[in-house]
């Protein structure tokens, strides 16, 4: 008898640690998510609703854009194919969604007094993810959105009375003119007020004249303006339950709720794609430094776990409440298992001559170079003649030409990732591989996220495909139409490459000849 009760004693406690902590942290809460319309906001709201059945009510902040009203903006969201299956599996998800109309970019972030009520009385747990993400940004309104959002979402949360966690998603590049970067917060030396009242009060372009000296050491207006927001969140943290995650570059799905999804061209993804149609030939990027990419299923799942791990630690008593102990979450790649550019570069141009696309107008010819020279000299005449020749021949045609202006575009993409590709960091995550750690074996099959069993070459077929298929909107169906396509262009590729050759070849001679000239002479 007692060995029996020792039996089932012992099966309780097995049981016990095999159940889902945080998918009991979430049940009956009351969710507010910023960004929730972003890359991100779809995916941490897929992932909710799919893995947390037990939330209450996802309140999402949306801003009227374009004479659509928030019903409809919210409504849309779930037209992304990211969500088909959430649709198949419940009809009634629609009851947990709720629309609340607001913008970061204005006061108290443009709620109703009505609306603020109803989000202070009744929100447990708070995502902040509304951010302007691009890096040429105006200061102004960069300070707008990500300094002055992150200043009104703690003054809310500081209202709210039933508050349990809040996860402010930063970037893990906030303080990249560091080698090292730590899981902390650090100190600044812009006043994030001041900042706040200069872009407030001071003409645009005088602020834009201003703007390099602001900026200092920082590359761009993102990564300054998120460093001036954690520096937001630990002067007006107090004793809110708050925490700071940052993740590296964010890109496709790995495996949840579908392989290779992806809805923007931001950073590495453009460079796929535009390689993979032929466009992009050249870029400059160190081929031994990591890329620091992470999947965006993988980045919620970890951040989903983050406000359950802040909660415990904001409740906990080894853990003071003090605003210097902000817990920080680096969601990077760990040294056991990373990626440099350069095997980045070669498995993805090995997966676009697997799955290449009815849209490129040329053959894939990519590489990278580190040296700005031998870069310019590339794109001067792999990106720049080829096109000048190609809109004169539409003049000729009477069609308007374009390829000019594509290319400049795609030039002024390509000064800014190179800062990040041509550097190499050493984030450390002693926090999230802590938190991994922690949560017990069913929460780690729900929310996973280790990056140590993470499988390049599988993620990054994957991520192809899913270039190709939702971003490029080619089918995988067309592949076989593709490949006869890709062999033509190859031919012409190779055709061009040996008259290239031969001009080359003529003009040597050319210059040999006059060189005998002037000796003999």
Known sequence: MTKQMDEMETKNILDEKDESNIQKFFDGSNILITGGTGFLGKILINKLLMSCPGINIIYLLVRSKKNKSVDTRVDEIFDDPVFEILKRNSTKYSFHIKGIAGDCLKPALGLSIYDRKMLVESVNIVFHMA??????????????????????????????KSLKSVVHVSTA??????????EKLYPIQNDAKSLMLMAECMPEKLLDHV??????????????????????????????????????IVI??????VCGWIDNFYGPTGVIAGAGTGLLRTLRCNPKAVANMVPVDLCVN???AASWDIYERHNSTRASKASGNIPVYNFCTTSENQLTWGQFTAK???????????????????????NRVAHMISICFLHYLPALLIDILCLCLGKKPRLLNTYKKIHKFMNVIAYFSMRDWDF????????????????????FFDMKQLDWDFFLQQYFRGIRRYLLKDPLETI????????????????????????IFYIFLVFLKCLFGILLA
């Open 211 to 248: 703007t390099p000296i602001l900026l200092g050491k920082w590359p761009n207006t993102y990564t300054f303006t998120k460093a001036v927001a954690e520096d937001v969140i630990r002067t007006c943290s107090e004793q809110i339950p708050v925490g700071v995650f940052r993740p590296g």
């Open 480 to 503: 076989p139409k593709a490949l006869i396509k890709w062999n033509r262009l190859y031919w012409q590729h190779q055709c061009l490459k040996a008259i290239i050759y031969v001009i």
């Open 428 to 447: 450390r995550i002693d926090n999230v591989e802590d938190l991994w750690n922690r949560m017990t074996n069913i929460d780690r099959q729900i929310f």
């Open 302 to 304: 970890s951040m989903i």
């Open 173 to 182: 590049y906030t303080h990249c003119p560091q080698k090292t970067i730590l």
């Open 131 to 160: 951010a302007t993400v691009r890096f040429d940004e105006k200061l102004k309104t960069a300070i707008k959105i990500n300094v002055n959002g992150a200043y009104d979402i703690m003054t809310l949360c500081k209202e709210m």
């Open 252 to 257: 496709s799905t790995y495996q949840d709720p």
């Open 348 to 370: 993805t141009t090995k997966y676009g001559l697997m799955y290449p696309t009815l849209t490129a107008i040329w053959y894939l010819c990519y590489s990278n170079t580190t």
